[in-house]
């Protein structure tokens, strides 16, 4: 490998040094607030590692990398999720009664694979990461092991995800048996050049699969919510935004790369999955109770929206969905941030009916969380608003009418439930949470500097995104 | 720049509001107060600057700047005729709003105050925005502090209204987004420029069947906030539920905002899906007329009642928007006014009488002239214009859309003058259950009060201002319809040069 290889890779090999490394800090006993801080420092190393590598892009590292531009956003945006992560985990963690400290080189780990999903060019890559991200998250879903669901979080989500990893595998195989090669611009070559094969189409259609229930799309979505829910919140957080962000770039750049927006059959296929994505993720969050499961069904409709911005396959898609993963990211974490600070060592604030009053009591909080809903719905003034706006027009550009209707359609049966969280919060004056803990200043301190960040980042993004917008339109995919 | 400045005033001192709340509860409300008055005072000093040269053309006022140049959406605010009257409209009940919240609300008061200004911020926006992605924008940004205001401060029911209000105008308002996006890309398409802004897009050739389409999305927005029949199921329990200065901006403004939509918005750009629509939106207006006065007539809660009389007298302002004459769109605008001044007025004074008695319902209430004789002589003033008494403005406006619709439809006309006589008899039954009869509680209840004699008196002035002298209203609004009846006719004429092609 040249110098180049190496400082293209860089963001990569902080995450790798860095997991090490909190492993050896983890063997000389030092406390977890030393372990969180310097872990939020090789967070941060990382992402300005990133500032270094812009002036090379794009850039091929051997046949299994490809660092673009794109790629390099969506690295920015994982290291950022995860740097939002680890800063939310001190609190959450050093209440509970287990040991916290391995929990950050899982953190470590789990980034490292979403990144290397954003920037593989290759099976071999991609399948790499997709695992790094995996095997790291089934320990973390169930990482508070005497808590009641999260074992059954962490057990289904195992049996399911390692279900996926063969369905895809078994998908790459039958394409590489078509098309002879394992990197994606060979098998564009193929494709161009040669007729459609039924195998390479059976074979994408397994790799749909198993990159659905990654994505946790209709109908590959039933592990979302108990994993949601039986997940520590900060993992949650970690799991709705890093782990398909990671995906969706991986599987953006193969069908840029094959042309599967050509495709009918994909297309229909994918058309159906988002149109079901919407409508179900949509009308079985109306129920619920909890709001982690709230969010979790949440996300399933979110999905489908991104992949409204996603089938056109116009050269505006990759700008779009980068761009709304941006908004859905900092939306989520805000929303996941609130419920950090406010759960307890007994049990997460995730019961919906305790959130009762909290305006009264604590308007900050409240009002992030609130932004954060609004945000979700798409109402205008935030993030999540222009974010739906760019997905229209991308749908809209290329005519795809019915899923312009659905969206807006499907988005309006959401607003119900949105809108009852922010109507529960002003509820009523008896409120059931209690304080946020007062112990650890410092870190209280930090976590609220992040969620007004980001809520500011939220209404920003809603009044003036233009100059993001610049940005996400300079973004390439070779 | 000062149409900015008025939009900036109300949200700055919505700002102000929200954070000395903090400090002393009493701070919001005169915050507020400061705040309403300078946008008054700004549009009256507007209003009176331009008054001679009105007639030159039809746009006084201009501001414009890029906002998200990527997707062609500018910050385009500008100003005819129509937007000033509406926008003194719009700061006048805003006055009036936090004059009757003054004592009402006592909890939570800067946050209160903070969502009333931003209501009228939004309502402002609407009347003054000249880019549709802009105009939508202030669309929704009213919608969020007005599901506050309902589901904080209202009464028992709040939530179910708050969340019906909400779904319904976020529902209908989504669907004129696609229809905006739509007509963008059709834009876009023709002529290679991507743009939001209303000049360009006004001057959009579209074929019938997408145009068809497209104003649908963009009625069903207005209809829902008008609302037209069958539509119209959120407002009575909005206003039954909201308080008492949340019903006076939702009859008085937000309602208005539909109307402004069709005038401004539907008309000009989809003239041709406009005529062909003509009849059959004339009908669910006279339907919509009889429909409400019928509903109103069966109430017994007096907000919900005041809430159909809406539904009535906004049922004879589609009929009149799509007679689609002069007289009939002057029509239009007057009743824009007076309803917001009347109906205004009733609801203020059912929420008087509900912080006296503590009830809604008209049939606890009765004889209540003999110890409130200065509300019950308002109240009737009221009533009367709620009848289309002549002298009071409502006389002026309902008549002119009659006369309007007369030329185009007669017996839609005859049908629609019916809810005159409907009218007539909801609006004595409103003043014989409440004010006249036995008394049916001995409770003492005090007459107005200095500040509610001075809220009447600047409503009851004013209609019967609109009643004896409504020109300088029809002069104002002048340039704004001749515009827009010039362009059916232009669109009439070219449609008739094919017919001799063919």
């Not at chain 2, 539509?231 to 909005?238: G, I, K, M």
């Amino acid at each position: 490998m040249s110098n180049n290889d190496f400082n293209s890779l860089m963001p990569l090999m902080v995450l790798a040094g860095a997991s090490v490394l909190v492993m050896l800090l983890i063997v000389a006993r030092l406390s977890h607030r030393i372990i969180q801080l310097a872990s939020l420092l090789l967070f941060v190393i990382a992402f300005a590692s990133l500032l270094n590598i812009r002036e090379m892009l794009p850039y091929q590292v051997g046949s299994l990398f490809m660092v673009d531009s794109f790629g390099a956003f969506m690295i920015g945006l994982i290291i950022f999720s995860g740097l939002v992560v680890n800063v939310f985990s001190y609190i959450y963690f050093q209440e509970k009664e287990e040991g916290p400290r391995e929990y950050y080189v899982l953190l470590f780990l789990c980034t490292l694979g979403a990144c290397v999903l954003a920037v593989s060019n290759h099976f071999v890559s991609a399948f790499l990461g997709l695992e790094i991200l995996t095997v790291g998250l089934y320990a973390l879903i169930a990482y508070l092991r005497k808590r009641n669901h999260s074992i059954e979080a962490g057990i289904k989500y195992l049996v399911l995800a390692a279900f996926s990893s063969a369905f895809l595998l078994f998908g790459m195989a039958l394409v590489y048996l078509q098309t002879g090669t394992m990197s994606f611009a060979g098998m564009a070559h193929v494709v161009a050049t040669a007729n459609v094969q039924p195998f390479l189409l059976i074979g994408l259609g397994f790799m749909l699969v198993g990159l659905g229930f990654k994505l946790a799309v209709v109908p590959f979505h039933m592990w979302t919510a108990d994993v949601y829910q039986g997940a520590p919140v900060p993992v949650t957080a970690f799991i709705a935004t890093a782990s398909k962000g990671g995906v969706v770039a991986a599987l953006l750049r193969f069908f840029v790369a094959i042309d599967g927006f050509r495709s009918e059959q994909l297309q229909m296929v994918m058309i159906a999955i988002a149109i079901a994505s919407m409508i179900v993720g949509n009308l079985l969050a109306l129920r619920q109770k909890n709001i982690k499961r709230l969010l979790a069904y949440s996300s399933i409709a979110h999905l489908g929206y991104l992949l409204v911005a996603f089938i056109p396959g116009s050269a505006v898609v990759p700008q779009a969905v980068s761009f709304y993963l941006l908004t859905y990211f900092t939306t989520t974490f805000a929303a996941f941030g609130v419920i950090t600070i406010l759960s307890r060592a007994e049990s997460d604030a995730e019961e919906l009916e305790h959130y009762k009053a909290l305006f009264w009591k604590h308007p900050a909080l409240a009002g992030i969380l609130s932004v954060a809903m609004f945000s979700l719905a798409g109402i205008p003034l935030t993030a999540g608003f222009t974010g739906k706006f760019y997905v229209l027009t991308t749908g809209i550009g290329q005519g795809f009418w019915l899923l312009a209707v659905v969206l807006v359609l499907s988005s309006v049966v959401g607003l119900y439930y949105y809108l009852r969280v922010i109507t529960t919060m002003f509820a009523g004056t008896r409120d059931l949470l209690p304080e946020p803990p007062a112990r650890y200043p410092v870190f209280l301190g930090i976590s609220m500097v992040v969620l007004s960040v980001l809520t500011f980042a939220l209404i920003w993004l809603g009044i003036y995104p233009d100059a993001v917008i610049g940005v996400v339109q300079g973004l390439q995919l070779k | 720049m000062m149409l900015v400045l008025l939009i900036t005033v109300l949200m700055a001192g919505a700002v102000v509001a929200v954070l000395a709340g903090e400090w002393n509860r009493n701070f919001p409300r005169w915050i507020a107060l400061v705040a309403c008055v300078i946008g008054l005072l700004l549009v009256i000093t507007l209003w009176a600057g331009t008054g001679h040269s009105v007639a030159d053309s039809q746009w006084l006022m201009d501001y414009r700047k890029e906002w998200i140049p990527s997707f062609g959406i500018t910050f385009h605010l500008a100003v005819d005729g129509l937007s000033l009257l509406l926008l003194a409209l719009t700061f006048f009940l805003g006055v009036l709003a936090v004059l009757c919240s003054w004592d009402e609300i006592r909890e939570r008061t800067g946050f209160y105050y903070f969502n009333l200004l931003w209501i009228l911020a939004g309502v402002a926006g609407v009347f003054m925005a000249m880019d549709l992605f802009l105009f939508y924008f202030f669309w929704e940004v009213m919608l969020i502090p007005m599901y506050f205001l309902i589901g904080i401060w209202g009464s028992e029911n709040r939530v179910y209204a708050a969340y019906k209000f909400f779904i319904f105008t976020q529902a209908s308002g989504l669907l004129m987004f696609l229809a905006i996006l739509g007509l963008y890309f059709i834009h876009g398409r023709d002529t290679g420029t991507y743009t939001f802004g209303y000049f360009e897009l006004v001057n959009t050739v579209i074929p019938f069947k997408t145009a068809f389409w497209l104003m649908s999305g963009f009625m069903i927005a207005f209809a829902v906030k008008l609302p037209v029949f069958p539509f119209h199921t959120w407002l009575p329990d909005a206003h039954g539920e909201a308080p008492t200065a949340g019903s006076l901006i939702l009859a008085g403004l937000l309602l208005k905002t539909g109307a402004y939509g069709m005038l401004r918005f539907v008309v000009p750009l989809f003239p041709e899906a406009v005529k062909e629509m003509a009849v059959p939106a004339m009908v669910l207006g006279v339907v919509g007329v009889i429909y409400g006065a019928v509903m109103a007539y069966s109430q017994t809660d007096l907000k919900r009642l005041v809430a159909f009389t809406s539904v009535s007298h906004m049922g004879f302002v589609i009929t009149g928007i799509f007679a689609l004459n002069e007289l009939a769109l002057q029509g239009v605008v007057m009743q824009l006014v007076t309803h917001a001044l009347s109906t205004g007025a009733l609801f203020l004074m059912a929420g008087m009488i509900k912080e006296r008695l503590h009830t809604r319902d008209i049939e606890q209430m009765g004889g209540l002239w003999s110890p409130m004789p200065r509300m019950g002589s308002v109240g009737l003033v009221f009533a009367m214009a709620s009848l289309g008494l002549p002298g009071l403005g409502n006389f002026v406006a309902e008549f002119l859309i009659l006369l309007g619709v007369f030329q185009a439809q007669a017996w839609i006309t005859v049908a629609a003058a019916s809810g005159l006589i409907f009218s007539a008899v909801y609006s004595l039954r409103i003043v014989g259950k409440i004010f006249l009869g036995p008394r049916k509680t001995m409770e003492t209840v005090p007459d107005f009060s200095p500040r509610e004699m001075l809220i009447m008196a600047a409503l009851t002035v004013s209609v019967v201002w609109l009643g004896l002298f409504p020109q300088p209203v029809i002069d104002t609004a002048k340039p704004a319809i001749t515009e827009l009846v010039r362009f059916m006719d232009v669109q009439n004429t070219a449609s008739h040069d094919q017919s001799y092609v063919k």
